[in-house]
């Protein structure tokens, strides 16, 4: 249909840097209000780069999440999207809620991953120390959920685990302003940063992971540009 036909050229677009991405999803959700793709891609181009409370989109980027997974109920990733939304502009009772979902919905590491992080944005380290725990139990062969273990016992201070407070000399020359540099030129770019840059480069980026992590997430998005931090 023409919404996907819309879609479509709004990802061809978005991968290559441009910005006709915006109005091409703008008019994939004209075009069809109920399809899940586009309402996402829609709202996640325009939350990159843009000052969304400033502007007054935070609302209606929230609608945009809700409604794709009002759609497409039983999508991980949805439900993932709209929790991270919500946990990054601070709507912390909303989050809740998403994550009892994901609970009921799903059983798997990935899923657990993903409460982790959610639970990590709302404020809730020892859950989210719990359920990264689980995803490692049930995956102990995959990094990722070591990294992310030590990530998060190092954020609460535990350094019995982590073992030694440093850092690498070279992840430690990346600051928050080289990050304020790039959005300046590059609105759309999605940040990527090593977890051994420092905690302040780590939040002001969109994802933060092991270099195998990092390749994954550009693999599975389809962002404009990409900074990688590593």
């Known amino acids: 249909n023409l919404s996907e036909v819309q879609n479509t050229l709004g990802e061809f677009y978005w991968v290559r840097g441009m910005p006709e991405s915006i109005p091409a999803f703008e008019r994939a959700v004209e075009l069809n209000p109920n399809n899940p793709d586009a309402l996402t891609n829609f709202a996640n181009v325009r939350q990159l780069g843009y000052n969304v409370r400033q502007l007054g ?7 945009y999440y809700r409604r794709a997974l009002e759609f497409d109920p039983l ?3 949805r439900h993932a999207a709209l929790g991270d939304f919500l946990g ?6 909303e989050v809740p809620p998403v994550i009892s979902r994901i609970e ?4 798997d590491a990935k899923s657990y991953r993903a409460i982790a992080w959610l639970k ?3 404020g809730e380290m020892d859950q989210a120390i719990a359920w990264a725990i689980r995803a490692r139990d049930l995956e102990p062969d995959n990094p990722d959920h070591v990294e992310k273990l030590a990530a998060l016992y190092a954020a609460i201070g535990d350094f019995d685990m982590v073992g030694w407070h440093g850092r690498c ?3 430690e020359k990346f600051t928050v302003e080289d ?3 790039v959005r300046a030129q590059f609105p759309e770019v999605a940040i990527l940063a090593h977890p051994e840059c420092s905690p302040e480069v780590v939040a002001a980026s969109d994802y933060s992971g092991s270099t195998t992590g990092l390749i994954k997430f550009v693999e599975e998005t389809d962002k404009p540009q990409y900074l990688l931090l590593t």
């Open 57 to 63: 989109y935070e609302e209606d980027l929230a609608e």
């Open 169 to 171: 000399e070279v992840h």
């Open 88 to 93: 990054k502009f601070g709507r912390v009772e």
């Open 120 to 122: 990590e944005l709302i």
């Open 104 to 107: 009921k919905l799903f059983d």
């Open 179 to 181: 990050i304020q540099t």
């Open 75 to 77: 999508s991980l990733s």
